[in-house]
């Protein structure tokens, strides 16, 4: 079992916005391994950032308002060579203030993001947790939707139990 989760690479004039990203993640007991709480002061910190990526089951690569950052690129080039190598997934995360046309790498642009660009919305935070965990996160639904919160919609619109209505016309 890895110690982390999710292995959270950004640039770091993105300080901000990734340290409350990591609480709401944290709040939802996805533990994010961020560099400012696992990087001990006075010790050589390239080869913690290569530990950090082999503990973490997932990869995240944070892209806000300045792009990518000098340090964030090797970061998801070591996250990639671990999703070909052991099949660890690296999710593109849009932050809140990311441009409105991202310019992503190649081999990132080919990934479905998520995109926090409107805000650490429930539904830009669940679907992050899928991609992270694999599982889909209960939807919360948006204003209006006739949905109790804390409930799965299902595909078929039917409650469980519930058979469906057939209608043969001749």
Known sequence: MS?????????SKDKTAVRELARRLEGRKIRAWLDEEQLIPGRNWPPLLE????????????????????????????????EFANGKPVIPVLLPRAPKEPKLPPFLDNRTWVDLRNGFTDQGMDKLIWGITGTPAT??????EGRVPGTTPRPSGRRPGELPLILLLG
């Open 139 to 144: 939807a919360t639904p948006a204003v209006g």
């Open 51 to 82: 530990r950090g990526i082999t503990q973490s089951n997932t990869g995240a690569v944070l892209v806000g308002q300045d792009g990518l950052g000098p340090w964030e690129d090797e970061e998801m080039q070591t996250l990639l060579r671990h």
């Open 3 to 11: 110690d982390f989760d999710v292995f959270l690479s950004h640039n």
